[in-house]
């Protein structure tokens, strides 16, 4: 139905800032629900950011609120994370998600989405 393709991952110093992006395929971004899940080795996937299918309303987990911001395009239908003041701790697999039947107090739970990126690797480390 959607294929997800993250990308931009890399390797940036503590402090620094990296945007990674979601493309979208085979479906228009609108009419889903979209998030940014990450998962470090071996640690559970983690809610890192949400953007609500109807209204524009965001949502960030806890240990990002303040530095992280979730945004889309629907021209270019991506969906982007930026990621400001790093920390060693952000070091993950970023993967985004989306779903069309996501109701809003179940953004933040995996669960939810059907549809998954392959994940794009951010690495935090002087």
């Known amino acids: 139905q959607v294929q997800l393709t993250e990308s931009g991952g890399g390797l940036v110093q503590p402090g620094g800032s990296l945007r990674v992006s979601c493309a979208f395929s085979?479906?228009?971004?609108?009419?889903?629900?979209v998030a940014w899940f990450r998962q470090a080795p071996g640690s559970q996937r983690e809610f890192v950011a949400g953007?609500?299918?109807?209204?524009?309303?965001?949502y960030y987990g806890d240990s990002v609120k303040g530095r992280f911001t979730i945004s889309k395009d629907n021209g270019k239908n991506t969906v982007y994370l930026q990621m400001n003041s790093l920390k060693p701790e952000d070091t993950a697999v970023y993967f985004c998600?989306?779903?069309?039947?996501?109701?809003?107090?179940?953004?933040?739970?995996?669960?939810?989405?059907?549809?998954w990126g392959q994940g794009t690797q951010v690495t935090v480390s002087s």
């Open positions: 998600a989306a779903g069309n039947r996501v109701i809003t107090s179940s953004i933040g739970n995996k669960n939810a989405y059907d549809n």
């Open positions: 085979g479906r228009s971004l609108g009419g889903y629900a």
């Open positions: 953007y609500s299918r109807v209204g524009g309303h965001t």
